[in-house]
């Protein structure tokens, strides 16, 4: 019966458990932040601008694509009055009923090299003149023509050279923003843990405070304890029940702004697992630097910066003094009764020219935007320079700021150690009546803030971790860059 009895409370005690086990989940730091990168609005954000930018670079590549294009008027059917100039310079109003309906193919091809285009056309029209009753085709069997700028602006040759910048600058972009998010998400992490060791401390001293009370007043019945000191216990009773209180309202606050941010829908309690430190990562300054260069956009930024100023300047020029445009035009045209007819014998058609712009006095209009280019270029370039140095800096500091972080979280964690045997000594000296309750108070204070000093530590290290990540797109635990899908 005594083995039954057993083995029916280890039922119960595992049912139990089972049934808190299912309302709750037990998350880690690296799983709050995969879940972040996955389901925030913040990485819904991140994947939409980042597919948009793909989208733009598709379109610009579209431009040094061959372009085949149908259009026409069919029909185009009129049935009006229409004025008529006569000889003696009257005007007589005719009566007009006709379909004139015209298809056409084209295609164009742009030369990246000298920015001019190539056509090639293929022309049908029909005009059927229905008082009449007549139908004439005209039509252009096949065409081909060239334009070319002269002295202007290639935004074909600038594009190339600086759209692959921006597109490239958009992905990295795209691991920044993620990354960023674990940044974001650490923080609220931690807010939530320290909410929860918060509320597990004043639990402890709760129920701990009740056990020295028990005991306080046992002494006090024998004459060894003081008023005071029962009164003081009592004050800490009042405090720990308050601190209780306070604890849940903040779990209940933490847990909301973690749940909205990670994308949680379920309703199940959430219990964070304290991390632990990475103690073999090593970090070095000029190993983030050249992985920071090698990775953030901000590094290609500066390549487009600079790429773009010069741009500017060489549109400035472009626009200035002497402009021309040269059009040729070479194929066949014919006109006839039958479709056939129009390509039978077509007659040839040329067509060459140069149109000019020159201009004569504009009030130094040209030269003050040549010039005004030329200085946002300068302008730019020690723009550049500046942001370069602040950007070597801001990795420097933060590398500085992690080793340090990694060397107080051992700290800490030893004087977490440290104060906790404290106060168990404090505890039992107090119970023998070795220890005044002061005393006592002293190390319970501190037992309480070295706890709450290691979870600060631990987010300050994980919160420098992350943002080195972020700075580098690098991962220093797995010596590998950062890459995402």
């Known amino acids: 019966m005594k083995l039954l009895y057993i083995i029916l409370l280890l039922i119960i005690s595992a049912t139990a458990y089972c049934q808190g086990s299912s309302d709750t989940t037990r998350l880690t730091l690296q799983q709050v932040v995969e879940m972040a990168k996955t389901n925030s609005i913040a990485a819904k954000q991140a994947a939409t601008v980042r597919e948009t930018k793909y989208w733009e670079y598709r379109t610009y590549k579209s431009n040094y694509q061959p372009q085949l294009a149908l259009s026409g008027t069919l029909p185009d059917y009129n049935k009006t009055f229409t004025q008529v100039q006569q000889p003696d310079g009257t005007i007589l109003f005719q009566p007009v009923h006709n379909d004139n309906s015209l298809l056409q193919l084209d295609f164009s091809q742009s030369i990246t090299a000298t920015g001019g285009t190539i056509f090639g056309t293929t022309q049908l029209q029909r005009f059927n003149d229905f008082d009449r009753h007549n139908v004439l085709y005209n039509g252009i069997p096949y065409g081909i023509a060239y334009k070319q700028p002269l002295f202007q602006f290639n935004s074909l040759k600038w594009d190339k050279r600086i759209e692959p910048l921006k597109y490239n600058e958009s992905k990295q972009t795209y691991i920044e923003d993620l990354e960023n998010i674990a940044v974001t998400v650490e923080g609220y992490f931690f807010d939530l843990l320290l909410a929860q060791v918060n509320l597990h401390i004043a639990e402890t001293n709760y129920a701990n405070t009740e056990k020295i009370m028990g005991i306080a007043n046992i002494k006090f019945e024998l004459g060894k304890v003081s008023k005071n000191d029962i009164l003081q216990l009592k004050l800490e009773l009042i405090n720990a029940k308050k601190a209780v209180g306070t604890a849940k309202r903040d779990i209940e606050i ?26 073999q990562m090593r970090v070095t300054p000029d190993k983030v630097l050249v992985e920071a260069f090698a990775n953030r956009s901000a590094a290609i930024g500066f390549l487009r910066r600079m790429a773009e100023a ?15 445009t040269l059009n040729a035009n070479l194929g066949f045209s014919n006109t006839a009764t039958s479709i056939p007819g129009v390509y039978k014998n077509p007659q040839n058609q040329q067509v060459l020219q140069v149109q000019l712009s020159v201009p004569i006095l504009d009030w130094g209009r040209s030269k003050s935007r040549t010039k005004t280019a030329m200085a946002n270029q300068q302008l730019t370039e020690y723009t550049v320079e500046q942001d370069k140095q602040t950007f070597q800096q801001q990795i420097v500091t933060q590398v500085s700021l992690f080793n340090v972080m990694k060397e107080q979280l051992v700290y800490t964690a030893q004087a977490d150690s440290i104060a906790s045997e404290k106060y ?31 979870i600060t530590s631990l987010r300050d290290f994980w919160g420098a971790y992350y943002q080195l990540r972020y700075l580098s797109l690098y991962d220093f635990e797995g010596n590998h860059k950062i890459t995402y899908q």
């Not at 010069?310 to 021309?324: C, I, N, P, S, Y």
């Open 254 to 279: 933490a847990t909301l702004t973690l749940r909205s941010y990670i994308g949680q829908e379920s309703d199940n309690k959430i219990v964070l697992m304290v991390p632990e430190n990475i103690s």
């Open 310 to 324: 010069k741009r500017d300047v060489a549109k400035a020029k472009g626009e200035t003094g002497l402009t021309a």
């Open 424 to 454: 168990q000594i404090a505890r039992e000296r107090y119970v023998l009546g070795d220890l005044g309750i002061t005393d006592l108070g002293i190390a319970f204070r501190e037992n309480d803030q070295a706890k709450r000093d290691y």
